[in-house]
């Protein structure tokens, strides 16, 4: 079974920064898509960005220019970086994981969430 570990979340001023990790464990044969999701309270979950093997990358309007995510695909690992954070990024941040497992079976993994919160 891959588990995913979220690290980096916090409070932090509007204009500031953070920079959430999400790492895999267990068996893994590869990893194609990495994504960072966000649920603010009394709403849905939505995308914030995804990247895939290759390095292609996607972002929610609302994150461009100021989020930028990245991998490191021999630790397993995906990386958020937010700057220029504004109240309305507050949120509890997952990290998604599709690939495929030691055992050639597909998965799709998810994070415990890491909250972030932007406010002075």
């Known amino acids: 079974q891959v588990q995913l570990v979220e690290s980096g979340g916090g409070l932090v001023q509007p204009g500031g920064s953070l920079r959430l990790s999400c790492a895999a464990s267990?068996?893994?044969?590869?990893?194609?898509?990495m994504g960072w999701y966000r649920q603010a309270p009394g709403k849905q979950r939505e995308l914030v960005a995804v990247?895939?093997?290759?390095?292609?990358?996607n972002y929610a309007d609302s994150v461009k220019g100021r989020f930028t995510i990245s991998r490191d695909n021999a630790k397993n690992t995906m990386y958020l970086q937010m700057n220029t954070l504004k109240p309305e990024d507050t949120a509890v941040y997952y990290c998604?994981?599709?690939?495929?497992?030691?055992?050639?079976?597909?998965?799709?993994?998810w994070g415990q969430g890491t909250q972030v919160t932007v406010s002075s």
């Open positions: 990247i895939t093997r290759g390095g292609s990358t």
């Open positions: 267990g068996s893994i044969f590869s990893i194609n898509a």
């Open positions: 998604n994981f599709v690939g495929t497992n030691g055992n050639h079976r597909p998965f799709n993994s």
